[in-house]
């Protein structure tokens, strides 16, 4: 029984991918489900992916930009219908039983040839403004799952939320695991900087700005990405004061097990505002300052950080109101309410996500003895 997964371009749309088939395995343990994955290239998350039981198929992805570039007219005239075609045949080749889709950068034209050969679709929405890609899946997939209620775009009737599917997995880190694998000394309150798979360049920069007066007062981790990592190690060092080396942990990444631990020993957690980090936070009850991309297609980070930070447990900074004096008070607010923040965090969470979706697609299977 072949399932097919689909879905790129960040780590918020690889990690539910993720998530669900765990939770799908879980739930059946028996060994005649088979788990591909069809999307665009990406060494990375193909290795990822591949640790987690997948076959890979690639396939060509192009984008739709929603401003001018002559890339458009590439995507758009080559690598977008070639993408079609090889999604076709591939899935032609396949035959699965079922198609589960996060959107983002080549799903469209994976799920387009799923709904030409008449596989079922069900699509995830993680944010409060659906991508192009999911916009258009949603005319024909089978079920929606939705992380927000007030989702904009989506036919209601198909839809149900369920949050954001996250791994289980990232609830479980230790203090002591904190310690052994990031040398946390826990000598003062822990912040973790945290700009997501692709890391966030502003974030970055006003972290280093800061360093001295932040490290005064708190131990920071700070995962600045792999394309930033050079150039803010280079910047850190000679900024930190030796006396303060040992409070401030750089990385470019963290693996899973890094992250959990990082989850559990930081007071405060700075983000952006996509959609998977938001639910890590939450499912972690974990008070945050959130700090959204304004760049987001569709604004959909703000629209994220304001959804979730009606519940109070989440500051909002915008990049442009980054201050040093207003940004080191909003953490010290933060640790001063923690304990207000951490119950409307939980209170907001949806950590069983995966395992709902992962039991929908199970009962559709199961209803319609495919």
């Given at each position: 029984?072949?399932?097919?997964?689909?879905?790129?371009?960040?780590?918020?749309?690889?990690?539910?991918?993720?998530?669900?088939?765990?939770?799908?395995?879980?739930?059946?343990?028996?060994?005649?489900?088979?788990?591909?994955?069809?999307?665009?290239?990406?060494?990375?998350?193909?290795?990822?992916?591949?640790?987690?039981?997948?076959?890979?198929?690639?396939?060509?992805?192009?984008?739709?930009?929603?401003?001018?570039?002559?890339?458009?007219?590439?995507?758009?005239?080559?690598?977008?219908?070639?993408?079609?075609?090889?999604?076709?045949?591939?899935?032609?080749?396949?035959?699965?039983?079922?198609?589960?889709?996060?959107?983002?950068?080549?799903?469209?034209?994976?799920?387009?040839?799923?709904?030409?050969?008449?596989?079922?679709v069900f699509l995830h929405e993680s944010d409060v403004v659906p991508g192009l890609s999911n916009k258009i899946?949603?005319?024909?997939?089978?079920?929606?799952?939705?992380?927000?209620?007030?989702?904009?775009?989506?036919?209601?009737?198909?839809?149900?939320?369920?949050?954001?599917?996250?791994?289980?997995?990232?609830?479980?880190?230790?203090?002591?695991?904190?310690?052994?694998?990031?040398?946390?000394?826990?000598?003062?309150?822990v912040v973790l900087f945290y700009g997501g798979s692709q890391g966030a360049m502003k974030i970055n920069e006003?972290?280093?700005?800061?360093?001295?007066?932040?490290?005064?007062?708190?131990?920071?981790?700070?995962?600045?990405?792999?394309?930033?990592?050079?150039?803010?190690?280079?910047?850190?060092?000679?900024?930190?004061?030796?006396?303060?080396?040992?409070?401030?942990?750089?990385?470019?990444?963290?693996?899973?097990?890094?992250?959990?631990?990082?989850?559990?020993?930081?007071?405060?957690?700075?983000?952006?505002?996509?959609?998977?980090?938001?639910?890590?936070?939450?499912?972690?009850?974990?008070?945050?300052?959130?700090?959204?991309?304004?760049?987001?297609a569709g604004d959909h980070q703000s629209k994220n950080a304001y959804e979730y930070a009606k519940t109070k447990?989440?500051?909002?900074?915008?990049?442009?109101?980054?201050?040093?004096?207003?940004?080191?008070?909003?953490?010290?607010?933060?640790?001063?309410?923690?304990?207000?923040?951490?119950?409307?965090?939980?209170?907001?969470?949806?950590?069983?996500?995966?395992?709902?979706?992962?039991?929908?697609?199970?009962?559709?299977?199961?209803?319609?003895?495919?």
């Open positions: 029984m072949n399932i097919v997964f689909t879905g790129g371009g960040t780590g918020g749309h690889l990690f539910p991918l993720i998530a669900v088939r765990r939770e799908v395995r879980r739930l059946y343990p028996k060994d005649d489900i088979i788990f591909h994955y069809v999307g665009p290239k990406d060494e990375e998350s193909f290795l990822l992916l591949s640790q987690e039981g997948f076959k890979i198929h690639v396939v060509a992805a192009g984008k739709i930009r929603r401003y001018f570039s002559f890339a458009n007219i590439t995507d758009v005239v080559f690598f977008i219908p070639l993408g079609f075609l090889q999604s076709f045949f591939k899935l032609l080749f396949i035959r699965p039983k079922l198609m589960f889709s996060k959107g983002g950068t080549g799903s469209l034209p994976v799920t387009f040839g799923a709904a030409l050969l008449g596989i079922p899946t949603s005319t024909w997939a089978k079920k929606i799952f939705l992380s927000f209620e007030k989702t904009e775009y989506v036919n209601l009737s198909k839809a149900m939320v369920v949050g954001n599917p996250i791994r289980k997995e990232l609830l479980e880190g230790t203090d002591q695991g904190a310690k052994e694998s990031l040398h946390i000394t826990f000598e003062k309150p006003f972290v280093v700005g800061i360093l001295h007066d932040i490290l005064l007062r708190y131990e920071v981790i700070h995962v600045c990405g792999k394309k930033n990592y050079r150039q803010v190690m280079v910047e850190s060092k000679a900024l930190i004061d030796k006396n303060f080396e040992k409070y401030y942990h750089l990385y470019d990444a963290l693996n899973e097990v890094q992250l959990k631990h990082a989850y559990k020993a930081a007071g405060v957690i700075v983000a952006r505002a996509g959609s998977a980090s938001i639910f890590e936070i939450a499912a972690l009850g974990k008070p945050s300052i959130l700090i959204p991309l304004p760049t987001a447990a989440a500051f909002i900074v915008e990049e442009s109101s980054l201050t040093p004096h207003f940004f080191i008070g909003q953490i010290q607010h933060s640790i001063s309410e923690s304990n207000q923040m951490s119950q409307a965090a939980l209170a907001f969470a949806k950590p069983l996500a995966a395992k709902a979706i992962a039991r929908e697609i199970l009962e559709y299977l199961t209803r319609y003895k495919i």
